[in-house]
């Protein structure tokens, strides 16, 4: 069963807080706050919120052992004598080699029934009634045209992605849509008749409700619950 970022957040928080107590009464002999606010801290976060919100799993599991590796270097038993600034360039040529291999797996055409994307000026159309969007060092602009959209996962970590939701039209029921930025990005487009729930975390970042709403709105029947976490991003949802 996957884990939600929510869940993910409180959980490292609940961690931070007896690992800082057991070292403010010296039953460790390390200095947790060099720890806790260090390069490879922040790279284990972000490797277990990508590991939480998308189906690739490849890339935050570097992040998690790069982030790893950096950790057990910072003690005695296991100093390796490792510099960041020495070996990060490692990080760009993975990332790229990922970037080349992903290329290599998308069709020229899609035709399937569920999902078919089509190249309308700088955006992407997607007719799908769900969508899982990962962005990572990468940016999207998505039009979605579903005649019964059902939400999905979309994450941005060092990216951005814009989700217009205009011209779709909301399924019946709750529709949950998890959204996780990360040193990234996230603009959500909706109708005015559609009724949406925020329900969503932000750590060092901010998710604005921006929307126009007057008494007299006439929302649809369905409902679109937007949960996540915004770790040092930001994001908005707006509507024409």
């Given at each position: 069963m996957r884990v939600k970022s929510k869940d993910?957040?409180?959980i490292i928080l609940i961690a931070i807080g007896i690992l800082w107590i057991a070292d403010n009464f010296l039953f460790f002999d390390f200095n947790l706050?060099?720890?806790?606010?260090?390069?490879?801290?922040?790279?284990?976060?972000?490797?277990?919120v990508l590991l939480s919100n998308s189906r690739?799993?490849?890339?935050?599991?570097?992040?998690?052992?790069i982030g790893a590796f950096g950790m057990l270097n910072s003690f005695?038993?296991?100093?390796?004598?490792?510099?960041?600034r020495d070996y990060w360039p490692i990080l760009l040529i993975i990332i790229g080699f990922l970037i080349l291999s992903r290329k290599k797996n998308v069709p020229i055409t899609v035709q399937t029934k569920e999902?078919?994307?089509?190249?309308?000026?700088?955006?992407?159309?997607?007719?799908?009634?769900?969508?899982?969007?990962?962005?990572?060092?990468?940016?999207?602009?998505?039009l979605i045209t579903s005649e019964n959209f059902k939400g999905g996962r979309i994450s941005a970590v060092f990216g951005s992605v814009k989700l217009n939701l205009y011209n779709a039209k909301l399924a019946?029921?709750?529709?949950?849509?998890?959204?996780?930025?990360?040193?990234?990005?996230?603009?959500?487009?909706?109708?005015?008749?559609?009724?949406?729930?925020?329900?969503?975390?932000?750590?060092?970042?901010?998710f604005d409700d921006k929307r126009y709403l007057t008494s007299d709105s006439n929302y649809i029947?369905?409902?679109?619950?937007?949960?996540?976490?915004?770790?040092?991003?930001?994001?908005?949802?707006?509507?024409?």
């Open positions: 993910w957040f409180g706050r060099e720890l806790l606010f260090s390069w490879h801290t922040i790279f284990i976060i972000i490797g277990l690739n799993s490849t890339i935050g599991i570097i992040f998690i052992v005695a038993p296991f100093n390796l004598h490792f510099r960041f999902e078919t994307k089509d190249q309308t000026g700088n955006q992407e159309s997607y007719y799908g009634d769900t969508i899982d969007e990962s962005m990572v060092f990468n940016s999207c602009n998505r019946a029921g709750e529709n949950y849509l998890d959204l996780t930025c990360v040193f990234g990005g996230c603009e959500i487009i909706v109708p005015k008749n559609w009724k949406v729930i925020v329900n969503v975390t932000s750590v060092f970042g901010g029947e369905g409902v679109l619950i937007i949960q996540g976490t915004v770790l040092f991003g930001g994001g908005e949802i707006l509507t024409y």
